[in-house]
Structures are given as C-alpha cells and as structure tokens.
C-alpha cells in the first residue's frame, strides 16, 4: 500500500514564506507522478493550485509555486496572507494508473 | 458554467447498499476522464476510482474493490459509484471530480453518505 506523506501542520508569519513536502513510502517523486496541490478549508470542497509539479491553475496567484525538492514534490507560498490559511493536500499518479493522496497539511497563518 | 452536482447520499446501515450520482453540465462529458474522491470526518482525502471518457476503462483504490463501482452514462451527463457491502469506516463526504490531465479541476460539492446501525 503506497503512502504518500506530508507534514502534518506548518505555522508561516504573514508575509513568509512554507515550503510543504510531498514524499512517497517508498522511492521517489518526479514528474512522471504528475504531482498536483489543493487546497481545501473547512466544510468547502478542495481547489486545485498546482499540477503537472509546477503550473498553476487558472486564478491561482503567483504566490503558489510547486517544484521537485531532493526527492520529493514541494508547494512553496512566498509572501503568505491570512486567507492562506488552509489545509493542502498533493495528489499523485501512480504507474498502476491509480492516484493517491498526500495525509495533508495544515497552515496556520499568524 | 462548468458544474458538478452529486446526489444520492443518504444514511444506510452496515452490509447496505447506496448509488451516488454525479451529473455534469457546461462541458463535453464525455471528453474526460471522471473520478470519485471521499474525505471522511475530520480526515484527509481518498482517491476512490477513475472512469475513461468512454467508459471503457476504470482504476480503483485497492480497499474497495469488489465493493464499489465506478460507471458513466454519456447520454445522461452522468456518472456514479455503486457502493455497496458499505462499513461504518465508509461514512464519509463524496466528491465526484473532472479527472483532467492528471489532475482533478473540478469538484462537486460533496455527498454525505453515513452508515450506521
């Protein structure tokens, strides 16, 4: 069973900068999983912010950048602000032609 | 607008059945891949089962298959997941997403779907 890991919480002072990680149980992340972010608050549905590792979604400031960190797949927000305050999820594409979530992380702004 | 609409979540007891649908409007169904994501109660999200644009094709989670189904009728706009030998660990919100170039670009607002005795 693949897990897909990432922090569990982040505290980022706005106007900072968090870098969140997306890693896998076993092996590494690359493009080929097509990583993608979301970002969902309470009780609302999630909202897609990056895919194909780095190209943002229509709308999506460019606050919001995704790369490939080391072994993983990485969300950064530069300059956070306090409607930054969500949790994030990363999805990604496995070989088998199924998809599996990262655990979340949640991001206080404060 | 492009738009997804779930239904069919309800309250249902253990060893149960339930068919959630989602209807789609405000672009081509039948061009893309569709999937069923779940996000159980104060947990993250569960990647379920994707469906190809012509049906012919699906992928599930390993944990439920054998017990849910993923479908589409291209002729209605519609797509569903057929639940059934449901848990109480099934209890969960259920989105229906576009499954767009590896991603998911659109969601529904989600179903609710309880089980218990």
């Known amino acids: 069973q693949t897990v897909v890991t990432q922090e569990p919480s982040f505290s980022v002072s706005p106007g900072g900068t968090v870098t969140l990680t997306c890693g896998l149980s076993s092996g590494s992340v690359s493009t080929n999983n097509y990583p993608s972010w979301y970002q969902q608050t309470p009780a609302q549905a999630p909202r897609t912010l990056i895919y194909?590792?780095?190209t943002r979604s229509p709308g999506v400031p460019d606050r919001f950048s995704g790369s490939i960190l080391g072994n993983k797949a990485a969300l950064t927000i530069t300059g956070a602000q306090a409607d930054d305050e969500s949790d994030y999820y990363c999805l990604l594409f496995m070989s088998s032609g199924t998809y599996v979530f990262g655990t979340g992380t949640k991001v206080t702004v404060l | 607008e492009v738009l997804l609409v779930e239904s069919g979540g309800g309250l249902v007891q253990p060893g149960g059945s339930l068919r959630l649908s989602c209807a789609a409007s405000g672009f081509t169904f039948s061009n893309y891949w569709m999937a069923w994501v779940r996000q159980t109660p104060g947990k993250g999200l569960e990647w379920l089962a994707t469906?190809?644009?012509?049906?012919?094709?699906?992928f599930q989670v390993d944990s439920v298959k054998g017990r849910f189904t993923i479908s589409r009728d291209n002729a209605k706009n519609s797509l569903y997941l057929q639940m059934s030998s449901l848990r109480v660990e099934d209890t969960a919100v259920y989105y229906c997403?576009?499954?767009?170039?590896?991603?998911?670009?659109?969601w529904g607002q989600g179903t609710t779907v309880t089980v218990s005795s």
């Open positions: 469906i190809k644009g012509d049906g012919r094709e699906t």
């Open positions: 997403g576009r499954d767009n170039d590896y991603k998911m670009d659109v």
């Open positions: 194909r590792t780095n």
